[in-house]
């Protein structure tokens, strides 16, 4: 299997596990500090691949760019409070997360 097969494969896969969740549902990752922002301008999926992958030159730039952190107090609480839906997904330690809309 060739390494661009294989790269596709595994984002197919981080695709597959990438859900929509309430943002209240993911309390306990916030609170443990595991609960990483993603810019809405970044794709999740790839960012969920680049992490995984220990790409940290691509990963610091998203960080010192503001595109890549930790979910902030801030974020959190107006999420919370506007029952807000992120896209998630897990790249263990952490759990990415990317706004997506308002529960109805």
Known sequence: MAVDDTQ???R????????QIAWKDLQRFFASGAAVHVS?????????????????DLIQEWMVTG???KVSDE??????????????????PWVLVQPSGKLQ
Not at 12 to 19: C, G, M, R, S
Not at 40 to 56: C, G, I, K, P, W
Not at 75 to 92: G, K, N
Request: cysteine-free; proline content about 0%.
């Open 40 to 56: 809405d301008d970044l794709d999740l999926v790839e960012v969920a691949y680049q992490m995984s992958r220990d790409n940290t």
């Open 8 to 10: 596709e494969i595994f």
């Open 67 to 69: 595109k890549l952190g």
């Open 75 to 92: 974020q959190a609480a107006a999420w919370f409070e506007t029952d807000s839906l992120v896209w998630a997904v897990v790249v263990s």
């Open 12 to 19: 197919t896969k981080v695709n597959l596990e990438t859900a």
